[in-house]
């Protein structure tokens, strides 16, 4: 029996829509609000909207680091990546485990020590006020930016796609909907829902890999699969030979510095550790979502490997995602990849909304603004803030929107470009703030000032093709950016360790005290079982690295 045609509010989009799909999606829509709602009612007497007061298990603490992670332009890339690179973007999700682990194991236990809510605070513990009301302001600009402008902007030029809908209206949909529970519930409402949104996304996303496997037919005929942009011996391997465009030593040597900022000294991301109600929980869901973080190159990139078989030819990678979809998956389940779509939007949203109200709140208004420091009022300006920032998002995605229009760039290029050339002097400061009690506050400062402007004028001078770094042929003379980035780490690096050298320590700073220290004086963490779980874990990548490297 054939469902009934799709309602005309439902209809134009680019997926074959049916009354059932749309019904799947309605029924997404409102079980988000309704549990959204339900934790909202239930922390409605919690002053703290920050942390969720620091409730957290670890289960809620895996799956909401795993959702915020995993966005649109996440899905759809990637799907296209595996069209027409195939395996090699597999590192960028099983190179993660080693940064939750330094993100559990050493930097949470730093950060549960000092009590901090935002990483500009840890910053103003270590280094003084100057880094302090630096790191506040890059805060906000990346987490408005790259997190809630640039994913709304994404999400709602795809839900327009999917749905037919006009482009801002999807863009102010999304914003509703990911802003009403996160202004009411905080962080518990965020990271409750971030757990459902993010079981929803593994099965709507295993859904189609499954499918997927079944029209390839064998694991003979899977092993056989060749990608248009990769030649056919590389189509599985995980590491890519020198000379080739992305080489294996860019992921050994650049993967890290992106990842130590991105994993360990992100607020968006960092504040899911943050919100557990110990350090063992945060530890717990730090290991669980490096387990999680297994899944993606599973359900995300393999449908587009075997769509280079299936579906030949398709001029677009960005396409090729949603035409998948479109040929194999039958009525409802069309319904639930939407879902799984906004599922993946609306959790990164509402992630960058509570982590801009976090920063700005506690770092801005109540340092400079505010003579009422009550928890009470300080929830009142963190939900006010959410909306404006909401507010300022839909702006920025429409300048978005503009600006790709006229630029012809591609907005996935220009994020990965932007996060590239953040990384390296945060990742240089917090990594010799935290190992080494020399580090002064001079060094510290002059490196994120000196080095994030180093760092994005050579990220827009080569996302741009600036004429000084181009050859005769027209072509950049820089390195790929990975390689670029761990570069001028350790540039930064050094630059820091010969000014703390020649500088002395200012009456501002707290020297923190030794990780051996932190463990002995704080809380409980892991015990054994727990590095049983990170050795298991670690023998798990190993064994998928070896088996896709030298057996497929």
């Given at each position: 029996m054939h469902a009934l045609p799709l309602p005309l509010a439902f209809s134009g989009g680019e997926l074959d829509m049916t009354t059932l799909d749309a019904a799947v999606f309605v029924s997404y829509v409102v079980a988000l609000l309704a549990i959204g709602g339900w934790v909202s009612y239930r922390h409605r007497h919690s002053d703290d909207l920050f942390l969720g007061g620091r409730s957290m298990g670890?289960?809620?603490?895996?799956?909401?680091?795993f959702g915020t992670n995993i966005g649109p332009n996440f899905l759809i890339a990637t799907c296209g990546a595996g069209y027409t690179t195939g395996m090699v973007t597999a590192n960028f999700e099983w190179m993660a485990w080693v940064f939750l682990f330094l993100l559990g194991m050493v930097f949470v236990p730093f950060y549960m020590a000092t009590r901090i809510s935002t990483m500009p605070e840890f910053l103003k513990k270590r280094f003084g006020p100057r880094c302090y009301t630096f790191m506040t302001f890059y805060a906000l600009l990346g987490t408005v930016v790259l997190w809630i402008g640039g994913t709304l902007f994404a999400g709602g030029s795809l839900l327009a796609q999917l749905m037919g809908w006009d482009e801002l209206t999807s863009i102010v949909a999304l914003a509703v909907i990911a802003t009403s529970f996160t202004v009411a519930g905080g962080l518990a409402a965020v990271m409750v829902t971030d757990s459902f949104q993010s079981v929803l996304m593994i099965i709507g996303s295993g859904t189609l890999a499954a499918v997927a496997l079944g029209e390839i037919g064998s694991f003979e005929a899977l092993r056989n699969v060749h990608v248009s942009g990769t030649p056919s011996e590389l189509t599985w391997k995980l590491f890519h030979p020198a000379g080739s465009e992305t080489p294996w030593y860019a992921f050994v040597l650049g993967y890290p510095v992106l990842s130590l900022w991105f994993w360990c000294s992100d607020q968006t991301i960092v504040q899911r550790a943050l919100g557990a109600r110990d350090l063992q929980q945060s530890q717990g869901g730090t290991l669980f979502c490096g387990f999680l973080k297994i899944l993606p190159p599973f359900i995300f990139l393999l449908p587009g490997i075997c769509a280079a078989v299936l579906m030949p030819g398709i001029d677009d990678d960005k396409k090729v995602f949603l035409q998948m979809v479109n040929a194999y998956l039958g009525p409802g389940l069309k319904g639930l990849t939407v879902a799984v779509l906004v599922?993946?939007?609306?959790?990164?949203?509402?992630?960058g909304l509570n982590s801009f109200s976090t920063v700005y709140t506690l770092d801005v208004h109540q340092r400079w603004f505010s003579r009422d420091q009550s928890e009470r009022h300080a929830?009142?300006?963190?939900?006010?803030?959410?909306?404006?920032?909401?507010?300022?998002?839909?702006?920025?995605?429409?300048?978005?929107?503009?600006?790709?229009?006229?630029?012809?760039?591609?907005?996935?290029?220009?994020?990965?470009?932007?996060?590239?050339?953040?990384?390296?002097?945060?990742?240089?400061?917090?990594?010799?703030?935290?190992?080494w009690k020399r580090a002064t506050a001079t060094a510290a400062l002059v490196t994120l000032v000196a080095g994030s402007a180093l760092c994005l004028g050579i990220g827009i001078a080569d996302f741009n093709k600036a004429e000084f770094i181009l050859n005769d042929a027209g072509e950049s003379m820089l390195p790929h950016f990975l390689v670029l980035s761990f570069v001028l780490f350790c540039v930064l690096v050094a630059a820091m360790v010969a000014i703390s050298l020649g500088t002395n320590h200012d009456k501002t700073e707290t020297p923190l005290p030794s990780l051996r220290e932190t463990y002995a004086t704080g809380e409980r963490g892991l015990g054994p079982v727990g590095w049983l779980g990170w050795a298991a874990?670690?023998?798990?990548?190993?064994g998928l690295y070896g088996f896709f490297q030298f057996v497929m």
């Open positions: 670890w289960p809620n603490v895996g799956f909401s680091i599922a993946a939007v609306v959790s990164t949203l509402n992630s929830k009142t300006v963190g939900r006010v803030t959410t909306v404006l920032a909401a507010v300022m998002a839909v702006g920025i995605a429409q300048y978005l929107k503009h600006a790709q229009e006229t630029g012809g760039q591609s907005l996935f290029d220009l994020f990965q470009a932007i996060i590239g050339y953040m990384a390296p002097p945060v990742s240089a400061v917090f990594v010799l703030g935290i190992f874990l670690a023998a798990c990548m190993a």
